[in-house]
């Protein structure tokens, strides 16, 4: 695994100019406070942790910063959990879709016991799309799953509704995924739990530095070809 240390060092070292400007982007967030020192880490984690990333070596290196700033493991699994939902977005996108391609369910009706599911559903969470009502249609026993895999993170006060919200905001809206849908439906939640233009600008900030990820892919990579054929730079 490269360090956090490795990655800046050789920045420091071959390109100068650079590493002050990167260190000016990502350090943005820090200087401004706005988020506090664990929030910004668990945000990171989520980031390194989503299934549109998985960058193992920030991950890392987010989780020890979260633990420096006072996270527990339990604090880190919650994150887990909630970004691990992410892959539902498949549904989100492709059963609308199918819907559209083959008319299955396109002017059906939920019948009684499903409209219960559907309204426990939006008084848990505050939202529904029209995908959900084709998956319960489908299938209430892979509905039902769904529903308590979503829930499970939100039975707990391990983790603050707002910040679960900038969990959701910053994993969607990152550079690997930018999905529209849920980034308005979680911003709105996040407002009514008491967000801030300002706190949410900094989640923003927080995963637009996602870019740097391509260092800590790219250079140790480099490193390692170059020592290989033993190349002059």
Not at 6 to 31: G, M, Q
Not at 46 to 56: I, Q, V
Not at 161 to 182: C, M, R
Not at 223 to 231: C, E, F, R
């Amino acid at each position: 695994m490269v360090s956090q240390e490795t990655i800046l060092n050789y920045l420091f070292e071959e390109d100068r100019e650079f590493y002050d400007i990167y260190n000016k982007l990502v350090s943005a967030p820090y200087k401004n406070n706005i988020i506090d020192a664990k929030s910004r880490e668990l945000i990171n984690v989520s980031l390194s942790a989503a299934p549109t990333n998985l960058s193992k070596d920030t991950l890392r290196v987010h989780i020890e910063n979260a633990i420096k700033a006072g996270a527990t493991e339990r604090e880190i699994l919650e994150v887990f959990k909630l970004v691990s939902v992410l892959g539902m977005h498949t549904c989100a996108v492709g059963v609308p879709i199918l819907v559209e391609e083959t008319g299955k369910f396109a002017k059906a009706k939920l019948d009684a016991h499903q409209e219960e599911l559907k309204e426990k559903f939006i008084e848990k969470m505050g939202y529904w799309h029209g995908f959900r009502d084709t998956l319960l249609m489908n299938d209430e026993h892979f509905f039902e799953s769904y529903y308590q895999f979503l829930t499970n993170p939100w039975d707990s006060d391990i983790l603050s509704p707002k910040l679960k919200e900038f969990i959701y905001i910053a994993i969607d809206s990152a550079t690997t995924h930018l999905f529209s849908v849920g980034i308005r439906v979680h911003i709105q939640n996040a407002l009514r739990y008491g967000a801030t233009f300002e706190e949410i600008m900094e989640v923003f900030k927080l995963t637009s530095a996602q870019g740097v990820d391509t260092f800590y892919a790219g250079i140790p990579i480099l490193q390692s070809v170059l020592s290989d054929k033993k190349l002059v730079k």
